[in-house]
């Protein structure tokens, strides 16, 4: 949904000075967002602008008019892919981008997609050939993502030191919101949030959208769950019909007993996505009142997995290890053990970062493996993430956990941020 890194192949690259912004455009950027908020509270609808399903049709128009010898068609089909989420539209995309393996620009673009894809070690090695890092923001972009994905969240917080101060782009504000959100800090990360949203233009309110998208994950976490429906349903006036947006919003309404708006909402996102925690999450919501449809979606969320899973295997598990992890408390099986034990393993193993650790050590728990999990749960602790899934793991083991530093220097960036805007 949101471009962080552009290259030559990018349609709008951000300005280089984006804290210098035409007042005129700022103004117009907040009067959108007032109407958008305004709307909201009054039930109104915004006027129609750019949606999911007209940049999709575009991109979609785009790709057939290209041909596969252009290697303009190679970076739109990395588009598509980005743009709907789909894991095969994925794979082709990096086949047809690796068809160009002497196209430097290209190869940024393939690298940052193994990458999101959690092919750690393909991106990585794909990574160390484009170049030293130090004079290019791009692949400074690539490595953040690897050092956070391999847990070296000093090595993450250093190089984001380092470029907020010389540069200080939205994107990079919004990272670091993020990090302050995992490390335990959300009140101020949500001041993060809000710094980067200044930095935008006009021509950015897709960004904005995200960054409301964000500001609304970090909330349902939180479960403050009305705080969380403003976020998302803001963020679905101001860009309308984005799945991932649509589907957080589903999430909240059924958190807050809304099911009804919520079926209907997953219902039009499982047309969108082929992601199986969206039909995992419907079948859920009608496992009382349509047992059938609900074993029937349970059955497609795992058929989509699995397709998911020949592609790009520990970007399929994700979150699904999740999902698993509560089955097997609810309804323990040999089968549900047994991949829970090994995705799990892999996923540690490839990207030892706090996430998976989190759940290798719920794995281990609930194969009663007691002292592995405690092992982990030590060098769990020795990370800056301070979430609840943390706390409460430290607590079961009596392990004791300091504040981040990071929280301490925070508030002091975020005062020289707001100087130079």
Do not use: C
């Amino acid at each position: 949904m949101n471009e962080l890194t552009y290259s030559t192949y990018s349609e709008s690259p951000p300005p280089k000075h984006p804290r210098l912004l035409v007042a005129g455009a700022l103004l117009l950027l907040m009067a959108v967002l007032l109407l958008a908020a305004i709307s909201y509270w009054r039930g109104a609808q915004l006027p129609q602008g750019p949606n999911y399903q007209q940049d999709l049709q575009q991109l979609e128009e785009k790709h057939r008019n290209l041909t596969q010898a252009d290697p303009q068609s190679a970076f739109v089909f990395y588009q598509l892919a980005k743009h709907t989420g789909n894991f095969a539209t994925a794979h082709d995309a990096e086949q047809a981008l690796e068809v160009f393996a002497q196209d430097r620009e290209l190869n940024l673009i393939r690298a940052k997609l193994l990458l999101s894809m959690h092919e750690v070690v393909r991106g990585k090695a794909l990574l160390e050939t484009l170049g030293d890092s130090r004079h290019d923001s791009r692949l400074q972009d690539l490595q953040l993502d690897l050092y956070l994905q391999q847990g070296e969240y000093q090595n993450a917080l250093a190089m984001l030191d380092e470029r907020l101060a010389e540069a200080p782009q939205w994107s990079d504000i919004a990272l670091y919101a993020h990090l302050l959100h995992k490390f335990g800090d959300s009140a101020l990360a949500d001041q993060f949030y809000q710094a980067a949203q200044t930095r935008l233009s006009v021509k950015q309110i897709k960004d904005y959208a995200w960054l409301e998208l964000q500001r609304g994950i970090m909330d349902l976490e939180n479960k403050q769950y009305p705080a969380a429906r403003i976020h998302f349903s803001l963020a679905n006036q101001i860009y309308p019909g984005h799945w991932l947006i649509e589907e957080h919003l589903a999430e909240t309404l059924a958190l807050l007993g809304e099911t009804a708006e919520a079926i209907k909402l997953y219902e039009g996102v499982i047309q969108k996505s082929d992601n199986p925690l969206y039909f995992y999450a419907l079948g859920s919501l009608l496992e009382t009142t349509d047992t059938l449809r609900a074993r029937q979606l349970k059955q497609d969320a795992e058929a989509h997995f699995l397709q998911r899973y020949k592609h790009y295997p520990l970007a399929a598990a994700g979150h699904l290890l999740d999902v698993w992890i509560e089955q097997q408390h609810a309804h323990p099986t040999a089968e549900n053990r047994a991949r829970l034990l090994e995705l799990s393993q892999a996923n540690v193993q490839a990207r030892p970062n706090a996430e998976a650790l989190i759940q290798r050590i719920q794995v281990l728990q609930l194969d009663q493996q007691n002292d592995a999990a405690q092992q982990l749960a030590q060098q769990l602790a020795a990370t800056p993430w301070r979430t609840a899934d943390v706390i409460q793991i430290a607590k079961t083991y009596g392990i004791p956990l300091a504040q981040p530093d990071v929280l301490a220097t925070a508030p002091t960036l975020l005062q020289a941020l707001s100087l130079r805007d």
